[in-house]
């Protein structure tokens, strides 16, 4: 038995299928403290935050991936950075979002989210960043990353992701299930047959993750009987390597102008950081040695 946040990967049957499988409990617990999100939107950022450790671990080592999910409902969007290091970090819009439960008594996800575009942006140290857009299906997270393997990767998918929220808003399980067909498994009806058989039966993968089983024993439920490979696991963590250092550039990309109007003001300056909540306080003396860096003395 282990709790513990990390990702496995597999292969199914004669490497005709692969899987990723993250609990990510502990990454979800933490996005809640930090944000204070609801329920709701707990869920919302929770599914995101998964999906986006599952395709860090698609990446390379120094890459890197922004998912952006821009709807028109309530939630005013959600934004997720993560790594090949199994680190992630994201924010929503709207963390206080309140909406009734759906016809089927559970959290609105879609509802929040609204109807639009997801893109995924990945930094592969190249001059220009690749983006995948495509229009958001149901808003509920899974669909659309279902339909973004499809399109934009070219991959038949099922995505599994779950949030189950307590009564008290924080976080009882977390998690998601991958599996993608190879190539291999193009022309094996009854192979692709088992496997939505298998995947129309299971149990919700929220209720999944809640218990003490790990990632492996749950892969291993769903597909008993099945040819199957484990080939590695990865920690992952809610991570954010924001830095005083950062903002301080940051401010700096302001301009002098901009720089010097703050000097005026006479006061500090606070910044927030989006992903962590994190607040930065620059003095006005620093303000001012930052725009006499710029060769833009006040003097």
């Given at each position: ?14 490497n005709?299928?692969r899987i990723?499988?993250v609990?990510?409990?502990?990454v ?5 403290r930090?944000?204070?999100?609801t329920?709701?939107a ?6 995101t935050?998964?999906m986006g450790?599952v ?11 922004t998912?952006?999910i821009?709807?028109d409902?309530p ?10 290091r199994?680190?992630v970090?994201g924010?929503v819009g709207?963390p ?8 089927s008594g559970?959290l609105?996800?879609g509802e929040?989210?609204?109807q639009g575009?997801?893109h995924v ?6 001059k ?8 958001l299906q149901t808003?509920?997270i899974g ?12 991959t038949p998918?099922?995505?599994l992701?779950g949030?189950?929220v307590?009564?008290?808003?924080v976080p ?13 498994a ?6 692709i047959?088992e496997?939505e058989e298998?995947l129309q039966?299971m149990t ?8 003490e ?8 439920e769903?597909?008993a009987?099945?040819e199957?490979?484990?080939?590695d696991?990865q920690e ?6 924001c830095?005083?250092?950062?903002f301080?550039?940051g401010?700096v990309?302001?301009?002098a102008d901009e720089?010097r109007?703050?000097?005026?003001r006479g006061?500090p ?7 962590c909540?994190?607040r930065?306080?620059f003095?006005?003396?620093?303000i001012d040695?930052?725009l006499q ?7």
């Open positions: 038995m282990n709790s513990r946040d990390y990702l496995v990967r597999a292969m199914l049957g004669a005709q299928a990723l499988a609990r990510t409990t502990g979800v617990t933490e996005a809640q930090v944000h204070r999100t329920p709701v707990t869920a919302a950022l929770g599914r935050l998964t450790l395709l860090g671990a698609m990446l390379k080592a120094d890459e890197t991936l998912i952006q821009k709807g409902g939630l005013q969007g959600i934004v997720v950075s993560a790594n090949s199994g680190q970090k924010y709207n206080h979002v309140e909406l009734p439960l759906n016809s559970k609105s996800v929040a989210v609204g575009y997801l942006i990945r930094d592969m140290g190249l220009e960043p690749y983006y995948g857009t495509v229009p808003g509920e669909d659309d990353f279902a339909y973004y393997f499809a399109v934009s990767e070219q998918s099922a995505v992701v949030v189950l307590g009564t008290d808003g009882l399980g977390s998690g998601g299930i991958v599996v993608q067909l190879m190539p291999e193009a022309e094996d009806e009854i192979f047959t496997l298998r039966v919700e993968v929220s209720s999944l993750f809640a218990s089983r790990s990632p492996e024993a749950i892969v291993e769903i597909f009987g099945l199957l490979r484990f080939i696991r992952v963590q809610f991570f954010c390597d830095s005083r250092e950062r301080e550039r401010l990309t302001l301009g720089l109007e703050l000097v005026d006061e300056v606070e910044v927030v950081c989006h992903f909540s994190k930065y306080r003095a006005v003396e620093e040695r930052l860096e710029l060769g833009n003395s006040r003097a």
